[in-house]
């Protein structure tokens, strides 16, 4: 009856369009009058403790990270590195978005902000090459969900302080997935870029190359910069964010000197605006979380899903189901804040590790940016793409289903996910 109260209270609030934070207080109001225990205090306080979570510090830092970037001349360079290596293929263009994606992936950890950084700049370059601009968009749409797998990552962070599951770990735990990601792209792209008469690139020569690399190589360096650091127990998810975030201010003002101070100010109201609203669901989700835990509603979904614990891999198709779904409807972050103190505590008596669940449930939960009618990296896309959300649907299902049979890869193989992840954090 719990269920049906909060989950029917949500979808409400949601369809009269309440905003999805103030309608998970609504949700939790209605949860505690039916239980008999509505007190302002309650809510106040765990509002409180939502957003006073040094974890989430790193949310902050890495949005003004990834703004910083733009902003500063690293994320076009990165490009043209990509580029100068791969652009003379048949296709080029398109591998040059898929390794951009990758290498933008270890900068910022948003799928927005990398497909609307990549798309502006190379959606029109495509086009202007006789690339199909419906399958162009798609492709760029696809590829901008690396940015949460491979570290750092917003959404990974999210999962690690609601779960209570270790940032560093989960960082770690994305670096194989996400590259396996950037293969069935490259796939898939291989086989349908034949349909085009697309224009090639000329090739460049090595010293172009090299000019590229060195041009891009205080871009490149920041990955490793983080990656190397969260390895070496250096810094914390937070730590590295800050030194991610003063990385990319100094390379963009005193390197490249593309930076501004006018624009700084700019950048800055930005990267505020966004984790004003990330931050405004932490603490909202907090009394939900309270309230699911105290309704014991992980219980009751734990009983009905009591006929699938025995077997792990058929449990997770099941959650990776219903992740799908309710992805096409919400967001990544509210999804991760709604479901993760729901399913944590069925996973965990199933035995399923819970680095590799947050793995693929993240994964999964990226997947429903790509769908409609919410999918806001499929709107982001066609924005910058200027196509309406129809047409680029016509050419994102065949990378759409790709990631789909990558996560099933990965819950058939969990040591895809636990081996790359025992190594990494030895």
């Known amino acids: 009856m719990t269920i049906a109260i909060f989950v029917g209270s949500l979808l409400a609030a949601m369809a009269l369009g309440i905003p999805i934070a103030f309608a998970l207080l609504v949700s939790g109001i209605v949860l505690m009058l039916s239980m008999g225990i509505f007190d302002t205090q309650i809510l106040a306080s765990n509002l409180i403790q939502g957003a006073d979570n040094f974890p989430l510090m790193a949310i902050p830092f890495f949005i003004l990270a990834g703004e910083l970037m733009n902003a500063g001349g690293i994320s076009k360079r990165i490009i043209n590195f990509a580029m100068s290596y791969v652009g003379h293929l048949r296709g080029g263009l398109g591998y040059v978005a898929i390794i951009s994606s990758v290498l933008f992936a270890g900068l910022s950890g948003s799928a927005v902000a990398d497909t609307a950084a990549l798309g502006a700049i190379l959606i029109p370059m495509m086009v202007s090459q006789d690339y199909n601009r419906n399958r162009s968009a798609g492709l760029i749409a696809a590829g901008g969900i690396i940015a949460p797998i491979i570290p750092p990552s917003i959404p990974m962070i999210v999962f690690g302080v609601t779960a209570g599951v270790s940032i560093s770990k989960l960082f770690m735990s994305g670096i194989v997935p996400g590259l396996i990601l950037a293969i069935a792209l490259i796939v898939v792209w291989t086989v349908v870029v034949r349909k085009d008469k697309v224009k090639t690139q000329p090739r460049r020569s090595g010293k172009e190359r090299v000019q590229a690399t060195i041009s891009a190589f205080w871009a490149l360096l920041l990955p490793i910069i983080i990656i190397g650091g969260l390895r070496g127990g250096i810094f914390t998810p937070t730590e590295a964010a800050s030194v991610a975030a003063f990385y990319a201010l100094f390379v963009g003002m005193f390197i490249y000197r593309e930076l501004t101070f006018k624009q700084l100010y700019e950048v800055l109201v930005a990267a505020a605006k966004t984790t004003s609203v990330i931050m405004l669901l932490a603490a909202a989700a907090m009394v939900s979380g309270w309230l699911i835990t105290v309704a014991n509603i992980p219980g009751q979904l734990t009983a009905i899903l009591e006929p699938f ?118």
């Open 309 to 426: 614990m025995h077997n792990q891999t058929l449990l997770l198709f099941i959650i990776v189901l219903i992740v799908l779904i309710v992805g096409t409807s919400m967001d990544v972050t509210p999804t991760i804040l709604i479901l993760t103190p729901v399913l944590m505590p069925v996973v965990t008596q199933a035995g399923i590790d819970p680095v590799y669940f947050g793995l693929i449930f993240v994964l999964t939960t990226c997947i429903g940016l790509l769908t409609p009618p919410v999918g806001t990296v499929l709107n982001v896309a066609a924005g910058v793409g200027k196509i309406g959300i129809d047409d680029i649907l016509k050419g994102i299902w065949p990378f759409l289903i790709a990631e789909v049979l990558v996560v099933l890869l990965l819950i058939l193989f969990p040591s895809l996910v636990l081996m790359p992840l025992d190594w990494f954090t030895k």
